[in-house]
């Protein structure tokens, strides 16, 4: 079974430009997040997706971030404009169950930036 | 809110010691806690989940409720346990996200 893809797997840019996170989750999975995290810190949550809709994007700064998952399977994630606190390395998962209690999230490798 | 505390960011161990990462927790609730291990140049990963009472590459973990602790435990610690480990908890129902802990390196020494 093919795990969660992420792209692009290291990203640098410079503040106040944009970038974008591409992620593929495994196939058949409804449930699909976005996590930030941040060195030395545990994955946070950014965004959840049911299908093609959100179920949770309360910790995402909408003012510079957005995220989208228009046909419910692959989902993109756009900074713009970037700033320097915004280096982090960004976790997609997935998971078969509408629920995380049971715990069972599959992650991808990250997308790792670098703001300059 | 939900919060997990892992208080040590680093343990090492010799090889064969016990291990014990410590992982508490804050929530009113009935929570759901687990285990999620990233190995080097890997993916995070779940290793183990309190419900299941399972026992995963020798390491258990039990809930405690009185002092809101899940801590992971391995009695003979191996040099591929090393690894970062992170404790995460959910409320137990409903779309809620995990709530993960900072994670503590577990560096096990020949």
């Known amino acids: 079974e093919a795990g969660v893809a992420q792209s692009p797997r290291y990203k640098i840019i410079e503040k106040r430009q944009s970038v974008a996170f591409w992620c593929n989750p495994i196939?058949?999975?409804?449930?699909l997040y976005w996590y930030q995290q941040i060195l030395g810190q545990g994955p946070k949550l950014l965004i959840q997706?049911?299908?093609?809709?959100?179920?949770?994007d309360s910790q995402l700064p909408k003012d510079r971030f957005s995220a989208e998952r228009l046909k419910g399977v692959d989902s993109t994630l756009k900074i713009q404009p970037a700033k320097l606190e915004d280096s982090a390395v960004y976790l997609c998962?997935?998971?078969?169950?509408?629920?995380?209690?049971?715990?069972?999230?599959?992650f991808g490798e990250g997308s790792r930036l670098t703001v300059l | 809110a939900q919060r997990v505390t892992q208080p040590e960011k680093l343990l090492s161990v010799f090889k064969g010691a016990p291990v014990e990462l410590k992982c508490n927790y804050s929530?009113?609730?009935?929570?759901?806690l687990f285990w999620y291990v990233q190995y080097s140049r890997q993916r995070l990963q779940l290793l183990l989940r309190?419900?299941s009472r399972e026992s995963i590459k020798g390491f258990t973990a039990d809930l405690n409720k009185g002092e809101t602790s899940f801590h992971l435990k391995k009695p003979f610690a191996q040099e591929e346990d090393s690894a970062m480990y992170y404790c995460?908890?959910?409320?137990?129902?409903?779309?809620?996200?995990?709530?993960f802990g900072k994670g503590t390196r577990l560096s096990v020494i020949a």
């Open positions: 998962a997935s998971s078969p169950y509408m629920s995380a209690n049971t715990g069972e999230l599959f």
């Open positions: 196939s058949g999975h409804a449930t």
């Open positions: 997706f049911q299908n093609n809709g959100v179920v949770d």
């Open positions: 929530y009113s609730g009935s929570p759901e």
């Open positions: 309190h419900i």
């Open positions: 995460a908890l959910h409320p137990g129902s409903g779309n809620t996200p995990l709530v």
